[in-house]
T-cell receptor, first 113, second 114 residues
Framework: DGGITQSPKYLFRKEGQNVTLSCEQN?????MYWYRQDPGQGLRLIYY???????QKGDIAEGYSVSREKKESFPLTVTSAQKNPTAFYLC????????????FGSGTRLTVV | AQSVTQPDIHITVSEGASLELRCNYS??????LFWYVQSPGQGLQLLLK??????LVQGIKGFEAEFKRSQSSFNLRKPSVHWSDAAEYFC????????????FGKGTHLIIQP
């Protein structure tokens, strides 16, 4: 079955460390997205990529980085510059433009210890 | 600026009762509109979407939503809720034909009373 796989489901990070969250899709979707979810805040866009080797900053890109070397993969790195990284991170993909909505992964919960 | 507002943070409904979750949007033109549902610790699942045409759209799990241009609203309804409907519900909007991301509301937490 096609879908989006995020790993790991839970991730713990020490302050000052970089961590990378994985997002893989086998839906042949062109566009991929990373959202951050905090309680009571809804979803906020971190980065998105409409095609391979190209990506754009979203509303809260500071302290994050991404790459899009393959159509199937869109990893997110949470750097030490991100002041408050503890959150639930959701990856999504779609094809055909915003009109079609997203397919979401099941998320990664990152906790800074 | 584009925005989506869900006025109700929490809603409590008795099992078997009807449900309406409110959503208002602010966009330059009529956006594409969506409702998603999220169970705890999970991703979001698409319930329904509106592009154009008939303003009453049907979705999965017995949900429907009505687009009202004059009120800039896209409220979600269900005639009779089940305990399994307890979840977080998000309204979202996107504009044009691009793929530069959806704008989400902050969500409404639905609690079902037995």
């Amino acid at each position: 079955d096609g879908g989006i796989t995020q790993s790991p489901k839970y991730l713990f990070r020490k302050e000052g460390q970089n961590v990378t969250l994985s997002c893989e899709q086998n839906l042949n979707h062109d566009a991929m997205y990373w959202y951050r979810q905090d309680p009571g805040q809804g979803l906020r866009l971190i980065y998105y990529s409409q095609i391979v080797n190209d990506f754009q900053k979203g509303d809260i890109a500071e302290g994050y980085s991404v790459s899009r070397e393959k159509k199937e993969s869109f990893p997110l790195t949470v750097t030490s510059a991100q002041k408050n990284p503890t959150a639930f991170y959701l990856c999504a993909s779609q094809t055909g433009g915003d009109a079609y909505g997203y397919t979401f992964g099941s998320g990664t919960r990152l906790t800074v210890v | 600026a584009q925005s989506v507002t869900q006025p109700d943070i929490h809603i409590t409904v008795s099992e078997g009762a009807s449900l309406e979750l409110r959503c208002n949007y602010s966009y330059g033109a009529t956006p594409y509109l969506f409702w998603y549902v999220q169970s705890p610790g999970q991703g979001l699942q698409l319930l329904l979407k509106y592009f154009s045409g008939d303003t009453l759209v049907q979705g999965i799990k017995g949900f429907e939503a009505e687009f009202k241009r004059s009120q800039s609203s896209f409220n979600l309804r269900k005639p009779s809720v089940h305990w399994s409907d307890a979840a977080e519900y998000f309204c979202a909007a996107g504009g044009g034909g691009g793929a530069d991301g959806l704008t989400f509301g902050k969500g409404t937490h639905l609690i079902i009373q037995p």
